[in-house]
């Protein structure tokens, strides 16, 4: 089992910063690719960035691209997610996820077995 938990979610305005975590425990080895999703109201939950777990290599929705960046620690036990130049749009509860296969293989919700609890963010106009 994996375990997966966010932090740092919050009420911003448009144009501000906010930086996710989300700390990854249990039994990792399998894990292949780590991702940050969002689920709007009434939308799909959509993948915004992912990396691998082993390389760093990195992907990003095209709607968050060159605003948002996604990184592991050394350790590989953290997965941040900083989120720049932020919109309303970007208004959604934001989740960790992990997946066994890799990135380019793994670019929807039903790929990944394991996620984190969800935070919210807020960007007011």
């Known amino acids: 089992q994996v375990q997966l938990v966010e932090f740092g979610g919050g009420s911003v305005r448009a144009g501000e910063s906010l930086r996710l975590s989300c700390a990854v425990s249990g039994d990792i080895k399998p894990v292949y690719c780590l991702a940050w999703f969002r689920q709007a109201p009434e939308k799909e939950r959509e993948r915004v960035a992912a990396?691998?777990?082993?390389?760093?290599?990195?992907a990003y929705a095209d709607s968050v691209k060159g605003r948002f960046t996604i990184s592991q620690d050394q350790g590989r036990t953290m997965v941040y997610l900083e989120m720049g130049s932020l919109k309303p749009e970007d208004t959604a509860t934001y989740y960790c996820?992990?997946?066994?296969?890799?990135?380019?293989?793994?670019?929807?919700?039903?790929?990944?077995?394991?996620w984190g609890q969800g935070t919210q963010v807020t960007v007011s106009s």
């Open positions: 996820a992990a997946s066994p296969d890799l990135c380019h293989l793994a670019k929807t919700a039903q790929a990944y077995h394991y």
């Open positions: 990396i691998y777990r082993r390389g760093g290599t990195t």
